[in-house]
């Protein structure tokens, strides 16, 4: 079992940039799909990114396409979401995830993935 830590969230203005990590604690993702999805309050959670890390393509929500890029490092074994033009529609709990069996079609569905970081705030201030 694999097991996720997030880290990089915080504050920053509109406009702003943040980096975001996920590694696999005493693991590697090879051989697994890692995803990113966020959950702002009262709003259902929602697909941001995703990796395929044997592969190396990535997958984009459209409301963050062209802003935020997704790359591995495989020397410190993780998943970063780089995250550039920040508005406040991105203020969320972000979520990494991984999962070894997904299907191509289902890199945006967070119920396909079996395991979950705790996720780290991303405010963004107007």
């Known amino acids: 079992q694999v097991q996720l830590v997030e880290s990089g969230g915080g504050t920053v203005q509109t406009g702003g940039s943040l980096r975001l990590s996920c590694a696999a604690n005493?693991?590697?993702?090879?051989?697994?799909?890692v995803g990113w999805f966020r959950q702002a309050p009262g709003k259902e959670r929602e697909f941001v990114a995703a990796?395929?890390?044997?592969?190396?393509?990535?997958y984009y929500g459209d409301s963050v396409k062209g802003r935020f890029s997704l790359s591995k490092d495989n020397a410190r074994k993780t998943v970063d979401l780089q995250m550039n033009g920040l508005t406040p529609e991105d203020t969320a709990v972000y979520y990494c995830?991984?999962?070894?069996?997904?299907?191509?079609?289902?890199?945006?569905?967070?119920?396909?993935?079996?395991?979950w970081g705790q996720g780290t705030q991303v405010t963004v201030s107007s």
């Open positions: 005493g693991d590697t993702f090879r051989g697994y799909w």
């Open positions: 990796i395929r890390w044997n592969a190396g393509y990535s």
């Open positions: 995830a991984a999962d070894r069996h997904l299907i191509l079609s289902s890199y945006h569905i967070g119920s396909q993935y079996d395991y």
